[in-house]
């Protein structure tokens, strides 16, 4: 028997895993989840037909999405995850000595999915440094002043939901919540596909944070698979930044990495510059 | 009407194109090729039911094949490709100061095919120092010694006509082809899907060449996406090499990249390393 998932890339590209078998499926108040045992990538979240990380390769976006901004800062104590409601991102930050790590996710059922589906994400939960708040995040954010070192958006595709984590309007409320020498990381697409968005965002963060920078690493299974993070920075410049060593095991990021992570192919860097 | 083309790029990963037109299709004497016109990533070139280009991301592989080996050496003049029949490689090989480029592709389909279909990858052929061969590359490098100061296998996968282009013998034999500051390239697949071939082929590379290392590109439409490049070189260091500036255009080659692109994530160090 033939039992596949396809995920529309675009509208013209289908990604399709063969699957094991469906381990789980609801409506939730915001979205269609499902959680699939696939062939090659091991388990899969899906959300509105959108594969949102895969056992195969959730590491590189993981660690890419939460190292980077915590060597860069050196001394982080708050930080904030809006969405990454897996708990993958969580994970990563709490290999760092932080006081508090926040979560902002507007879907309890991806935290329940995650808890059930996903032990090697949302063991992040258990943590005692960690508290998890099922909320708006854009909501959550409007009153937070000068409080948190790290905010890192770990959204959705910018449909749906996640819409309002791509607005300039949110950038804004982003850089008041953060202390002073505060640094906030953004997911923001592939350059092989979705150009527009990342020279939006790259304008717009610009225009509101002193350093603006974007690094990459490669996905497998997101559309166009070289992806970007764009990070705006208060005070701290992300290319005078050196990390020595790390303390804990990874198996994507490593201090050389980090800095070779910001070194852009001349058609980013052409997309940004635009 | 919906029209797709299906790759399988494992038993249980599918990448589906929409096609808006099929332009050629033959059975050669080696193989199956078609041409299609797909709607995101422009035409595409597919030899046995496996996508060998598209017009979309030709850049990044085209250029990491060619401009990472020939800046490191600094000053080829004799350079060889081996497969490649599309012309793309030989394109980028030419824009640098060399005097003969030899290409040896094993199927003359892919040639005509390139020249019919691929004007801006076949326009190599044109260039009065490159020279074309129709032969079958193993057999071609047998009889030079010391010759060509590069040697590239742009090759199909290690499956069909393109097995013997990855074996240790061959390697051998391109040692010997190689003048004493020689440098070779081979394209050695993805390490998230076939960590094992790239395993195998360091260390036989390594067990010939003084040095040897990988270095990576992301090409979206290739399974896996993050790309490796093998390199053994007879004297010069790669990691000793500063490229300072370059004098035509590029769309992914910078001189930084060249140096970024052999940090290796963590899991591709610890491939080779074990």
Request: proline fraction near 4%; glycine fraction near 6%; aromatic fraction near 14%.
């Amino acid at each position: 028997m033939e039992f596949w998932f396809s995920e529309y890339q675009s509208k013209n590209v289908k990604m399709s895993y063969r699957i094991r078998m469906q381990l789980h499926r609801e409506k939730t108040k915001f979205q269609e989840l499902a959680v699939f045992d696939s062939e090659d990538c091991g388990r899969m979240l899906i959300l509105d037909d959108v594969v949102q990380l895969t056992m195969k390769d959730e590491f590189v976006y993981h660690e890419m999405m939460s190292h980077v901004p915590l060597f860069t800062h050196g001394n982080a104590k708050k930080v904030l995850v809006i969405g990454g409601g897996d708990g993958g991102t969580l994970r990563e930050i709490l290999k760092h000595p932080v006081e508090e790590a926040h979560l902002v996710e507007i879907d309890e059922g991806v935290i329940e999915a995650a808890k059930n589906y996903f032990p090697e994400l949302s063991v992040a939960f258990k943590d005692e440094r960690a508290k998890i708040f099922c909320e708006d995040g854009i909501a959550f954010i409007k009153d937070k002043k000068n409080f948190y070192d790290i905010i890192i958006i770990d959204s959705t595709d910018p449909i749906g939901p996640a819409v309002g984590l791509f607005a300039k309007e949110f950038y804004n409320n982003v850089y008041e919540a953060l202390t002073e020498d505060g640094i906030f990381v953004a997911q923001t697409e592939s350059p092989f596909f979705f150009s527009e968005l990342l020279k939006r965002i790259y304008k717009d963060v610009s225009s509101i944070f002193k350093y603006t920078n974007v690094y990459i690493a490669t996905i497998p299974t997101y559309p166009g698979a070289l992806w970007t993070f764009t990070m705006g920075s208060k005070k701290i410049n992300p290319l005078e930044r050196t990390v020595d060593k790390i303390d804990f095991d990874t198996k994507y990021y490593t201090p050389e990495i980090h800095k070779a992570a910001f070194v852009l192919p001349a058609f980013v860097k052409k997309i940004i510059s635009g």
